[in-house]
Every structure is written in C-alpha cells, then in structure tokens.
C-alpha cells in the first residue's frame, strides 16, 4: 500500500478539472457574454489559482510521505485491447510534483498579468478559455501515468498552442505561424508515437511503472532497441521543445499575446521535452549513444540560437532564441544524465524567463499604448524604437535586471546555480569521455552570448536617449499593478530559486532521487573535485561578468536610429540577422521539393492518373462494356431467344445421357 | 409391338417441330410446330404405356387437355399482336431489344 492512498493526493485530479472547467464556463461566456470582462477574470485566474492550491496541498502530501514508489490514481480503464492494457491514470511522484507546481504557480502569475495585458482586446473571454485549456493539458502531460496518457496531454498542450500563436488570426502570418508551430511539432510526435509502438513491442506495455520494471531485464542497456526507442523519444522532444532542427516554430511563435510566449512558449510547454527525457532518464540512461546525441544536440542548438539572438531587434525574438538556447542547456543537463540539474534548470528558466516575457510584455504594452494615443504605426516591439524606457517604468527595467543577471549566471541567483551544474556535470563527463568537453565548451561559449544579448536587449530598450519620439514620450508610464505584480513575484522566486539545490545541500536532486536511482545504475558516477568545482562556478561566474561588461563596452545605444533609418548590414551581421537562412534552407530543400512531390507526382501523377483513370473511371468502363456486351444477346428477336434455348437444352441432355 | 417404329416417328416430329419454331418466322406456324412437339412427345408417353403401365395413357389426356388451354391464350395473343403491328412476323417484333 502506497503511503500517498487516502491523503490529498487524491484530489489530484482536480488540478486537471479545475482549469478545464474554467475553459468551459470562458468559453461558453466567450459566444455569450464577450463583454463580461470581469466574470470571465475571476474565472480565468480563479479556476488556475484554485488548481495551485490543489498542487500545493499535493506537494505537502508528497513531502510527509516522501514515498519511494510513484502513487498512481486510476481513474477508468481506457484502452483495453488484446495485450494492450491502458488505463486513464494519473502519477503522482517526486518529478510530477515539482512539475505540478511550476505550471501552476507560474500560471497563475501570468493569468494575472494577462488581465491587465489583454483588458482592451475584444477576445478577451476567448484568449482565457484558450490558456485554461492550455494549463488543463499541460497538467495531463505532467500527471499522466503513462505513455498514452501523456500524449493526449502532450497533443492538447500542442493544439492550445496554436490556438494562441494565432490568436489575433485576422493577420495572415500570425495565422501562419500557429499553423508552422503545429506542423513543425507533428514532426516530432510521429517519433514519440514510433517510440511508444516500438517499447510495446519490446516490453509489452505503455505503463511508466510497468516499462521501467521490465526496461531492465527486457531490453540491453546499450542495445540497438533501447537506444532506437530513446533517440525516437528525443525526435518528439526536439520538435516540442525547439531544438535543432526544429527549432525554427518557436520564433514565430511570438506571434502570439507575450504572456502566452512566457506561459507557452518559455516556461511550461516547450519544457515538455526536457520533462519527458527525465521522466523516461532509465530509458536514456540505458542508451548512452542517444545520451550523447541528446547532449550534442542540446549544446549545439544553445550555442547556434544564442548567436542569432546576438543581432535581433524585435525584443520578443531576442528572448524566443534565448529560450531556445536555453533549453539547449537542459537537454545538455539531462543528455550527460544529470536529470535533477535539468529539471533544476527547467524551473529555474520557467521563473526568469516568465520574468523576462512578462517584463518585455510590460514595455510592449507601454509602447502600443504610447503609440495608440498618436496614432503612430511604428513597430511597437523593436528595440531600436525604444531606448530609456527605465526613467518611465522603472519597476519593469529593476525585475527585468534581476532576470538578466539570472540568466548570464551571476551569482547568487537562481540561473547562476542551474546553469553551472548543467556545465559542471558535462564537465565531470568530459573526464573519461572528451565528447562531453566539446559540449562543455559550447556551453561556455553559449553562456557568454546569453550575456552579451541580454546586456544588449537591456541597454537597448531601457538605458541610452529615448528613441520612441516626442509625440508619444508623454504617453509612456508604467503599466498597472496587475501586470507589476506578477513580475516582483517572479523575481523574488528568481533570486531565491537557486536555493532549491545549492551544491553540497542538493535538495531537488535527493528529492528526485527516488525516480533517478534506477537510472543512475547505468551511469558512470560525477564526483568532481570540490577544487574543481569552484573553479568552475568561479569561470562560470566570470564568463557571465565578461559578456555583460562587454556588452556595456561596446554597444552603444546612443548611435541607434529607427528601423527605417538604420544601415544595412554586411556579411556576418547580416546573417545572424538573417537567423542563418534557414527558414529558406528548408523552403527551398524540404518544401518545395515535398510541394513539387505532391502536386506533379502524388496529384497529377498518382491520384489524376492513376486512381482516376485506372480506378474510378477504368471501373465504370469497364462495367458499360460488360452491359454493352449483355446488352447484345438481348436482341429482341423471339427466334434468337429459341437458339439459345434449344442449344441450352441440347447441352443439358448431352450431359445427362453421357 | 411397334415400341421402336413409333418411338421413330415420335422422333422424327419432334425434330420436325424444333426445326420449325427454329426456322419459320409466322407465329402461327411456330405455334403449330409447339404443338407438333407436343404431340410426339404424347405418341412417346402412349408407345411406352404398353410397358410401364397406364400412367403415360393417363398424363396424354392431361397433356392434351393443356395444349388445348394454352393453344386459346396463345392465338388471342397472336390476334392481338396482329392488331397492334399489323404482322404475324416474329422478326418484325423486337420492342424489347437491348
């Protein structure tokens, strides 16, 4: 018998239920009341509030019980067919809960600062119906006690995820980009679906407990199976959570409302990747060469979008390649099998990254306010219309600090302490495996970048002369508390956050160790040196002072002029400005070549030539010649009918005589 | 004992009569070649009761008895054929033509 049975963690599904229900009522409200603005906030944030007291009880559960076996709630058996036993269950464990707590704490900020954000739009019902869902979903992905169960949430996380990147959908490339961000990910579910085919074949069966049961005797660590089923999962993994070479959706996906970018597309959503990689870390741990592959990948793509964000102007893309970049790192944190430090990483990221979307947020909110009261049509969201904004609204510009300075790894916040232990255990690796000191290296030099691009996206926006023109300067004032608040929340969390597992003390990784311990069996052990390791907190630290102090060097905000105005840029500028062409890499060699396929081959080819004139039009000729030769023995002529007749009778007596 | 030569005759107006519906065009004739048929078909009944019993004499009678039915339903059909079309000429009627 568990020791969770009969406590709170009961309740758990209610976390599920309350957002989901609150989605119903929005959206009901959303055709019916469009107007009632103030029901449809109470609902909204209520409904998310509601469901993080429900974590929080869950939590406090979990930390009395502090049970060695996940509990699992059955709700009703779902899929039961022949072998395959599915059951719509829920897990509550150490790795859920803390999960459990980000969402939706998290959540609930941002659908605070959304009722400010989102006050004047006319979908105001419609854009909180969608983000319940969304935090609805998210929670079944997190608590979902299997692989199924998990899909389902891991597809609805993807679908609200569209809904809101084409919220304001009356825009073409808005309405384009939700539609890149779904097809991008449908590339990567079809490996999550190979891989759940592939570990029923194996181990017969989808179930989280029961697969990692029999993981160990039913597939070889190391094996061609165990890794085909890991890099299949990590396929999944790249398309949600925007690594190379699918990242490209997730800047376009900025498209949508900024709170949605914090909620969605920073901290909850695109962590689902990171997530499922320490939920399944026997799997991965089993597999070292798709390990690597995971690291090599993570380290790649946070080093590859942190060079992109170098040359941004759109405030918004600075932080959709930083989020990018940043869940490089976790995916280096889980690739070299420190699952504690990547989820430590993850929820690091989730409070200052929330930070910086919701602050960015602020000022574009400012801005298109600015803007609206002279009737200006100028690009609200890019940096160079911008410059000063601290005199204005000094609060955002002081949180905003506190997220920058997380992010480039100063001590002592939170990003300082998650970053050095993704960096100190690729290190510990590079010991006997020198791939890892390549990942080690990348992700020194990526953190150097994040530091100089966030300096840069500082200085840019809030210091320097005001660029936003005399018209609008009387305008520009800081935004309301409903949108402030959120933010002290956030950074107070962002500064205190590292103290969920200082080095030596390790509170998340012994509270996840009950989940970890099966995998840690099939890693070699990290013991570096404390010599060592304070070299490298020290480097770390001194990386992160480096990008900044350069940045305050050599940036100089004073020379900027409006987008129109600016100069064109040469060579490597231009292509880091240029985010690398790859969007017209994969237009011009992945899409129109499928095009092509499918409009000359698959269309004219197989479908107008094939299936139309062999199939539907081949078969009814074929049936009008048989009637027609049918239609040939019914002459009408008595004598003809006789011949037939008499020969018909001839035949039968021939045959009964003989 | 004539079992041979009249089961002979009775062939040879069977065949008579199949080569006539076969051949001849007019209804009435094709008609009377039907009953031609029949009636060598009754000859054979009669030819073989001398061995096998009175049931073939009896089934002549019953035999008779429908040719006689269906030789008035069959010339009320060729008279109201022939005053429709004018013709007796089975060629000349093919309504039903596929």
Known sequence: MNPLAGTAVDWVGLAILLPFAGFLVNG????????????????????????????????????????????????????????????????????????????????????LFSVGYMHDDPGYARYFAYLNLFVAFMLVL??????????????????????????????????????????????GDVGFLIAMFLIFSHLGTLDFRETFARAPQGLT???????????????????????????????????????????????????????????????????????????GVGALTALFAATIGLKQWDIKKVLAYSTVSQLGYMFVGVGVGAYAAGIFHLVTHAFFKALLFLGAGSVIHVMHRAHHQSHRHADAQDMRNMGGLAAYMPWTARMMWVATLAIAGIPPLAGFFSKDEILGAAFARGASQPFYLIVWLFGIAAAFLTAFYMARLMLYTFHGPNRTGDLERPHLAEAPWVMTGPLVVLAALTILGGALNLPH???????????????????????????????????????????????????????????????????????????????????????RPLVWFSRV?????????????????????????????????????????????????????????? | MLLEPSLAVSA?????????????????VIFMCIELML????????????????????????????????????????????????????????????
Request: aromatic fraction near 8%.
């Open chain 1, 142 to 187: 997190v608590l979902g006690a299997s692989f199924p169960v998990m899909f389902i949430g891991w597809e609805g996380v993807g679908l609200c995820s569209y809904l809101l990147i084409g919220f304001w959908f009356e825009e073409k490339e808005k309405a384009d980009a939700g539609l890149k961000a779904f097809l991008v990910n449908r590339i």
């Open chain 1, 221 to 295: 660590a190391g094996g061609g199976a165990v890794t085909a089923i890991a890099l299949f999962l990590f396929m999944g993994c790249v398309g949600k959570s925007a690594q190379i070479p699918l990242y490209v959706w997730l800047p376009d996906a900025m498209a949508g409302p900024t709170p949605v970018s914090a909620l969605i597309h920073a901290a909850t959503m695109v962590t689902a990747g990171v997530y499922l990689v320490a939920r399944t870390n026997l799997l991965f741990a089993m597999a070292p060469v798709a390990s690597a592959v995971v690291a």
């Open chain 1, 601 to 658: 081959v698959l269309w004219k080819g197989l479908d107008a030539g094939v299936i139309d004139t062999a199939g539907v039009n081949g078969s009814a000729a074929l049936a009008r010649g048989l009637g027609w030769i049918g239609s040939r023995l019914q002459s009408g002529q008595v004598g003809t009918y006789v011949v037939f007749f008499v020969l018909g009778a001839v035949v039968v007596l021939a045959a009964l005589l003989k």
């Open chain 2, 39 to 98: 009636n060598a078909v009754n000859l054979t009944f009669v030819a073989l009761s001398q061995q096998i019993g009175l049931d073939g004499q009896v089934f002549v009678f019953f035999v008779m008895t429908v040719a006689a039915a269906e030789a008035a339903v069959g010339l009320a059909i060729v008279i109201a054929l022939y005053r429709h079309r004018d013709t007796v000429n089975l060629q000349s009627i093919n309504l039903l033509r596929g």
């Open chain 2, 12 to 28: 040879i107006l069977f065949s008579l009569g199949v080569v006539g519906v076969l051949l001849r065009r007019n209804a009435i």
């Open chain 1, 28 to 111: 009901a409200l959303a055709f019916l009341r469009p107007k009632a603005k103030r029901t449809v906030s109470i609902i909204g944030v209520g409904s998310v509030a509601a469901a993080f007291v429900v974590a929080v009880a869950v939590y406090l559960a979990v930390r009395a019980a502090h049970p060695d076996a996940p509990y699992v709630r059955t709700l009703w058996s779902w899929i039961p067919v022949g072998d395959l036993s599915v059951s719509a269950a829920l897990q509550v464990d150490q790795l859920s809960v803390v999960m459990l707590l980000v969402v939706t704490g998290v959540s609930s900020l941002i659908h």
């Open chain 1, 505 to 591: 003390v390790e509170t998340l990784h012994r509270w996840l160790e009950p989940l970890t311990a099966q995998g840690a069996a099939f890693l070699p052990a990290l013991a570096p040196s404390t010599g060592v390791e304070v070299t490298l907190m020290v480097a770390a630290a001194l990386i992160g002072i480096a990008g900044l102090w350069l940045a305050t060097r050599i940036l100089k905000p004073e020379t900027l002029v409006p987008p129109e105005r600016a100069p064109q840029e040469t060579g490597f500028a231009k292509l880091l400005l240029e985010k690398y062409r790859v969007d017209e890499l994969y237009d011009r060699f992945i899409l």
